[in-house]
């Protein structure tokens, strides 16, 4: 059974959130935007109603989730009332207690969002490393975890390049994973994930390590300005990877985007280097990749802002080649972040997409720095 200090605790929780997110303001806050949808010819500027819209929704859905979580705590006040004149268990109080702070956590976990690119869609591109068949199998199982996280939390996931590899596994993959907020929880997976297992490519029945590098960007719409200078841009064509026999490998469908970036800072020079396969239609492939030219850039411009800022700690783990950010050990059965600590024996969990505990390890460490 529950104690008087846990469901005090619960009531403080909910009301610090209600100034943390400042519920009252952003009520009146809804009503004027929406007033703004409203207005005659809105819909003649199709992306700036969009955008519009995009407003109200975030909005709202602040606010529903707060009336959620307030009134979960209302129902556990109450389910308390009724233990105590015999209406109701033991049991069903703590179901309530346990359904009451799962909520709130979330919620707080949420609030720790704030940055502007947090908001945004994400996008995560994967690259196998050191270890052959063994390792782009590995990059191949990495983003079917992704797909699978992106799936379980209701997030729209597109396959925008896939390289697959000769024998098994991938080369390399980029998706595109659309919901709110998506780029806020997925910033946490940048970097080298490591797996160790007894290969079924190795004849001897070996232990390997295979690595697998993660690179997670903000997926920016047309309301962030990014500056491409088009003199910059050069086209390639190339027929996509498939099946024999479909449209998609007759034709040059395929698009490779050449970008020769200098930093304004710096004055370095770098080839950035984007393809894109997502679909049959090769101007939509190529508004695809400047899509994805925009959010590099952004990303670009966001780290030099936030090095500025000294936003980059120090006491996080530089992402680079060998400096793995977590491990996965199948035969301990063990899967390990190691910038939080956090681990658990789950690995069949870990890999069919439940990574919301390492995420939420790193925002709880990280994410108000």
């Keep these: 059974m529950i104690t008087q ?5 619960v009531r403080d929780r909910v009301e610090a959130l209600n100034r943390y997110l400042n519920i009252p303001e952003k009520r009146i806050q809804l009503e004027e935007e929406q007033l703004r949808t409203q207005a005659p010819g809105f819909w003649d500027d199709q992306k700036k109603a969009e955008a519009q819209m995009k407003l109200v929704k975030g909005i709202e859905k602040w606010i529903k989730d707060f009336e959620a979580v307030s009134a979960q705590a209302d129902e556990l006040e109450l389910a308390v009332d009724f233990f105590k004149e015999g209406l109701v268990t033991e049991a069903e109080v703590d179901e309530n207690y346990q359904k ?6 979330a919620l707080e976990l949420r609030n720790m ?15 196998s490393g050191a270890g052959g068949t063994e390792a782009q199998d590995w990059a191949q199982q990495l983003m079917r975890m992704y797909m699978r996280w992106a799936e379980e939390n209701k997030y ?27 780029y806020g929880f997925l910033k946490s997976e940048t970097g080298v994930h490591r797996l160790v297992r007894v290969s079924p490519y190795n004849a001897q029945g070996k232990r390997m390590t295979s690595f697998a590098s993660v690179f997670v960007t903000p997926l920016v719409d047309d309301s962030i300005e990014v500056n491409i200078e088009q003199a910059r841009i050069s086209w390639d064509t190339f027929r996509s990877s498939g099946a024999g026999g479909q449209n998609v490998n007759k034709v040059e469908s395929g698009v490779r985007l050449r970008y020769q970036y200098k930093d304004p800072y710096t004055g370095e020079e770098e080839e950035i280097l984007i ?5 049959r239609d090769q101007p939509k492939n190529k508004e695809n990749a400047l899509r994805l030219l925009r ?23 530089k992402i680079e080649w060998g400096s793995q950010i ?26 069919d997409g439940k990574i919301d505990a390492f995420i939420k390890a790193y925002l709880m460490q990280f994410g108000g720095e």
Aim: contains cysteine; glycine residues 6%.
């Design 5 to 9: 200090e846990q469901q005090k605790e």
């Design 100 to 105: 009451a702070i799962s909520s709130i956590e």
């Design 113 to 127: 969002l704030r940055r502007e690119e947090d908001q945004m869609d994400a996008v995560l591109k994967i690259n």
């Design 156 to 182: 729209k996931c597109r396959v925008a390049n896939l390289l697959e590899a000769d024998d098994a596994g991938i080369k390399s993959c980029t998706l595109e994973i659309e919901g709110a907020q998506a």
């Design 275 to 279: 393809e894109n396969t997502e679909t």
């Design 295 to 317: 959010s590099m850039l952004y990303d670009k411009e966001l780290k030099h802002r936030m090095a500025e800022q000294a936003k980059v700690e120090a006491g996080k783990m």
């Design 326 to 351: 977590r491990s996965y050990v199948f035969d301990d059965r063990r899967v390990k972040d190691h910038r939080t600590g956090y681990q658990t024996s789950d690995v069949g969990g870990v890999m």
